[in-house]
T-cell receptor, first 109, second 112 residues
Framework: KQEVTQIPAALSVPEGENLVLNCSFT??????LQWFRQDPGKGLTSLLL?????REQTSGRLNASLDKSSGRSTLYIAASQPGDSATYLC????????FGKGTKLTVNP | EAQVTQNPRYLITVTGKKLTVTCSQN?????MSWYRQDPGLGLRQIYY?????VTDKGDVPEGYKVSRKEKRNFPLILESPSPNQTSLYFC????WGAGEQYFGPGTRLTVT
């Protein structure tokens, strides 16, 4: 059974810092991995999709990497801003869709 | 604009009163699914539909029904809601089961 873990559960950083969010999964037989952002009580906004054949994807200040063999993905946020404060979720897309419980990020001005 | 829509966005109801939450997508996606999100438990899948002909249970299907009569719509039905179904519900769609997921805005349901 696929299990997805996101550590840490919460992270607080000062504005301007570069940071890395982690997502680990137990079964490497995946098709895709998708990162989302969720603001409190709101919907899920898709940030990046990494296909299993890819190593990384970039969008603006965001860079997501995927290492299937080790069961890990990271989301790198450069030059963090207070507007980046949100919960970040990773979803492993395989025979079944499995979500991590998220990392709550707070960027302090 | 490509999107997944849900209605209503907010709903307060009483125990036992049947309700339906609608979900519609305009991207010609085959795969659609429903999730509930609760504090500390994350997103849990209720039901999914691979295509118009195939629908199956997710992790927490008890107390819910779904219907997929046409490709674009996938309503969630609560025949007899109970307070433990108070939650934030999301509908999602994708071209195929493990393809990029597109989420609706969510429906906050409160059952008293």
């Amino acid at each position: 059974k696929q299990e997805v873990t996101q550590i840490p559960a919460a992270l607080s950083v000062p504005e301007g810092e570069n940071l890395v969010l982690n997502c680990s999964f137990t079964d490497s037989a995946i098709y895709n991995l998708q990162w989302f952002r969720q603001d409190p009580g709101k919907g899920l906004t898709s940030l990046l999709l990494i296909q299993s054949s890819q190593r990384e994807q970039t969008s603006g200040r965001l860079n997501a990497s995927l290492d299937k063999s080790s069961g890990r993905s990271t989301l790198y946020i450069a030059a963090s801003q207070p507007g980046d404060s949100a919960t970040y979720l990773c979803a492993v897309l395989s025979e079944k869709l499995v979500f991590g419980k998220g990392t709550k990020l707070t960027v302090n001005p | 604009e490509a999107q997944v829509t849900q209605n209503p966005r907010y709903l307060i109801t009483v125990t036992g009163k049947k309700l339906t939450v609608t979900c519609s997508q305009n991207m010609n996606h085959e795969y659609m699914s429903w999730y509930r999100q609760d504090p500390g438990l994350g997103l849990r899948q209720i039901y999914y539909s691979m295509n118009v002909e195939v629908t199956d249970k997710g992790d927490v299907p008890e107390g819910y029904k779904v219907s997929r009569k046409e490709k674009r719509n996938f309503p969630l039905i609560l025949e007899s809601p109970s307070p433990n179904q108070t939650s934030l519900y999301f509908c999602a769609s994708s071209l195929w089961g493990a393809g990029e997921q597109y989420f609706g805005p969510g429906t906050r349901l409160t059952v008293t």
